[in-house]
């Protein structure tokens, strides 16, 4: 069993920045893929970026150059970061972490990004 916990979200200005966590605890053997999609209302759920066991990484198109996934992993946690800056008004959404663990996907519950001025 994987838990998923999230942190980050919050109400910026068009322009800002913000800074997503998510940490995996539980059964941690052989995470591989791990990182965010994204939903807003009436819209389907969009990959924003992935890092994956072999630390690659993959990036939606309205992600490259303005977001980053980072990486980290110890004992009893795996946890990536996900650096949004130049944040823009249809960037808000709700963001979930997920990972990929022996085959089973594992979603976190989301947390709200909204960028309105």
């Known amino acids: 069993q994987v838990t998923l916990v999230e942190s980050g979200g919050a109400s910026v200005h068009p322009g800002g920045s913000l800074r997503l966590s998510c940490t995996a605890s539980g059964t941690l053997l052989a995470i591989g893929s791990m990182g965010w999609y994204r939903q807003s209302p009436g819209r389907q759920r969009d990959l924003v970026a992935s890092s994956t066991g072999g630390w690659s990484k993959e990036y939606a198109d309205f992600a490259e150059g303005r977001f980053a996934i980072s990486r980290t992993e110890s004992k009893n946690t795996v946890t990536v970061m996900l650096q949004m800056n130049g944040l823009k008004p249809e960037d808000t959404a709700v963001y979930y972490c997920?990972?990929?663990?022996?085959?089973?996907?594992?979603w976190g519950h989301g947390t709200q990004v909204n960028v309105s001025s």
């Open positions: 997920f990972a990929w663990s022996q085959g089973s996907l594992h």
